[in-house]
Nanobody, 116 residues
Framework: EVQLVESGGGLVQPGGSLRLSCAAS????????MSWVRQAPGKGLERVSA????????NYVDSVKGRFTISRDNAKNTLYLQMNSLKPEDTAVYYC?????????WGQGTQVTVSS
């Protein structure tokens, strides 16, 4: 039913940028808040960013404020995460998730590796 497919991950040097995308289907995308969640090697899940259904309200974990930007295109049923000034500490699998703080569905994840 609900499908969330992340893309855009890869290997990047410190200070570089990546843009992640999440293609959503199986539900009325414009009616739901969405989030990005990440899991670094050997660590637990961390909520990175969230956005309300209309894209007016956003939230970021302190460690990415000023560097990451969450956005959405409801006409394309797509969620985005623009990541700038990347640090090795950002290395993780990034997942898009349905919800703001409580998540009912999530994608398969896309790997982001920040390394020299």
């Amino acid at each position: 039913e609900v499908q969330l497919v992340e893309s855009g991950g890869g290997l990047v040097q410190p200070g570089g940028s990546l843009r992640l995308s999440c293609a959503a289907s199986g539900f009325t995308f414009s009616s739901y808040a969405m989030s990005w969640v990440r899991q670094a090697p050997g660590k637990g899940l961390e909520r990175v960013s969230a956005i309300n259904n209309g894209g007016v309200s956003t939230n970021y974990v302190d460690s990415v404020k000023g560097r990451f930007t969450i956005s959405r295109d409801n006409a394309k049923n797509t969620l985005y995460l623009q990541m700038n000034s990347l640090k090795p500490e950002d290395t993780a699998v990034y997942y898009c998730a349905l919800g703001f703080r409580v998540f009912s569905s999530w994608g398969q994840g896309t790997q982001v590796t920040v390394s020299s």
